[in-house]
């Protein structure tokens, strides 16, 4: 079993939809988890980090993590075309450093 | 965040050779990694870099094909040896942020170097 597995995609919505991306993790002690946002050609950015369960937002974007079912998601509201890219869920395993990737859902806003 | 620059940001190569990559960044870190990415693939992890003493290999990953100096807390290098095919991909690497009440082993990624073996 893959430690952490996000919904495969693509995934294609219109502008100004919300965008909804899943990720869950193997490691029921796993601590930090991360959203990264990859556009083509360029390396991953850190977008969101999540630590507590519950709802975090900054601006469009909210991160959701539940660890009693151990998943985390990623909303991403009023898309834009500028959101198409590939979303990387990463996580953090209690006492560890190192981050474990999942395999990454692409989306795509049409205009 | 810290600024990472990376050297090479793209190179062809011939088999058999090498491939040394440099990484450089604006302040001292404790924590640098290095990541592969192969086409359409996500980042697999090949090694963390410790100042002063050896990297840490993830398994599959050999000193002898990928070695790692780290001299200080701003610079690290990773060496691609005796290149083939299979070895053309995107080499990051990463820095941890320093952990604060708010933030726990944030990593921030290099701008990647883009390896072609022929």
């Known amino acids: 079993q893959k430690e952490v597995e996000q919904n495969s995609g693509p995934l294609s919505v219109p502008e100004g939809a919300i965008a909804s991306l899943n990720c869950t993790y193997s490691?029921?002690?796993?601590?930090?988890f991360f959203w990264y946002r990859q556009y083509s050609g360029k390396s991953p950015e850190l977008i969101m980090s999540?630590?507590?369960?519950g709802d975090k937002e900054d601006g469009r974007f909210t991160a959701q993590l539940n660890k009693a079912s151990q998943y985390v998601s990623l909303l991403i509201r009023d898309s834009q075309p500028s959101d198409s890219a590939t979303y990387l869920c990463?996580?953090?395993?209690?006492?560890?450093?190192?981050?474990?990737f999942g395999a990454g859902t692409t989306v795509t806003v049409r205009a | 965040s810290a600024v990472i620059s990376q050297k090479p940001s793209r190179d062809i190569c011939q088999r058999g050779t090498s491939l040394t990559i440099q990484c450089q960044v604006d302040?001292?870190?404790?924590?640098m990694f290095w990541y592969r990415q192969q086409p359409g693939q996500s980042l697999t992890l090949i090694a963390t870099?410790?100042?002063?003493?050896?990297?840490?290999?993830e398994s599959g990953f050999v000193i002898d094909k990928f070695p790692i100096s780290r001299p200080n807390l701003t610079f690290s290098t990773l060496t691609v040896s005796n290149m083939s095919p299979e070895d053309s991909s995107i080499y990051l690497c990463?820095?941890?942020?320093?952990?604060?009440?708010?933030?726990?082993?944030?990593?921030?990624f290099g701008p990647g170097t883009r390896l072609t073996v022929l």
């Open positions: 990463s820095v941890q942020a320093p952990q604060t009440s708010g933030s726990y082993n944030e990593q921030f």
């Open positions: 490691d029921r002690v796993s601590q930090s």
């Open positions: 999540i630590y507590s369960n």
């Open positions: 990463a996580v953090n395993m209690f006492g560890d450093y190192k981050l474990s």
């Open positions: 302040s001292q870190v404790t924590m």
């Open positions: 870099a410790n100042q002063g003493s050896e990297a840490t290999y």
